[in-house]
């Protein structure tokens, strides 16, 4: 079955950096997409970015666009979110997700990683 862990998240002073890890497990990493998402107290789960599978496109929502670059390694089996320039309102709960298609609508991301927290002090 699939399988996705998260890593990286932790405490960061606002304006500051950190890169977020999901390692993928029990199929072909390299032919669907990957995705990151994320969830705030008392709010809905977000769409971040998709990588889709096989070209590499990439997609961003409006609020992480030119700060948050997501990418793989097929080589490793491995999604990355690198978030920069961090403000506390990214501050959540950071999902790993992957789906059965190379490209995926927000909708269709079947998988789910277990979250990392991000926390971003003013």
């Known amino acids: 079955q699939v399988q996705l862990v998260e890593s990286g998240g932790g405490l960061v002073q606002a304006g500051g950096s950190l890169r977020l890890s999901c390692a993928a497990s029990?199929?072909?990493?390299?032919?669907?997409?990957m995705g990151w998402f994320r969830q705030a107290p008392g709010k809905e789960r977000e769409f971040v970015a998709q990588?889709?599978?096989?070209?590499?496109?990439?997609y961003y929502a409006d609020s992480v666009k030119g700060r948050f670059t997501i990418s793989r390694d097929n080589t490793k089996n491995t999604v990355y979110l690198q978030m920069n320039s961090l403000k506390p309102e990214d501050t959540a709960v950071y999902y790993c997700?992957?789906?059965?298609?190379?490209?995926?609508?927000?909708?269709?991301?079947?998988?789910w990683g277990q979250g990392t927290q991000v926390t971003v002090s003013s």
């Open positions: 997700a992957s789906g059965d298609g190379s490209t995926l609508s927000t909708y269709e991301f079947a998988y």
């Open positions: 029990g199929r072909t990493f390299s032919m669907y997409a």
């Open positions: 990588i889709t599978g096989n070209d590499g496109r990439t």
